[in-house]
Nanobody
Framework: QVQLVESGGGLVQAGGSLRLSCAAS????????MGWYRQAPGEERELVAT???????TYADSVKGRFTISRDNAKNTIYLQMNSLIPEDTAVYYC????????????WGQGTQVTVSS
């Protein structure tokens, strides 16, 4: 059973910082691209940032310059450093990964709540 486990969410004041982590576990041959998505109440899930196994990154325009995605391939873990948080960043943050077991599968984490107060 392959799963993603997120941690690091919480409540922070505007201007503050949080760091999210997401670790893939199970019988894994390889982990491909990984990423963070978020979903605010009443909104659709949207991409925040992605990172390939080689370290190439993409970011949503709304978080460029404030968020940094990084990866530790040895631990099958990604991180999202979130700085200069604003209330509009409030959402449930989900981790996503493409994982090679016997075939490539797409997995989502359970989500972690991030709340930014004004």
């Amino acid at each position: 059973q392959v799963q993603l486990v997120e941690s690091g969410g919480g409540l922070v004041q505007a201007g503050g910082s949080l760091r999210l982590s997401c670790a893939a576990s199970g019988i894994i041959i390889r982990v491909g691209a990984m990423g963070w998505y978020r979903q605010a109440p009443g909104e659709e899930r949207e991409l925040v940032a992605t990172i390939t196994s080689f370290g190439a990154t993409t970011y949503a325009d709304s978080v460029k310059g404030r968020f940094t995605i990084s990866r530790d391939n040895a631990k099958n873990t990604i991180y999202l450093q979130m700085n200069s948080l604003i209330p509009e960043d409030t959402a449930v943050y989900y981790c996503n990964a493409e994982i090679l077991v016997r075939i490539w599968v797409d997995r989502w984490g359970q989500g972690t709540q991030v709340t930014v107060s004004s």
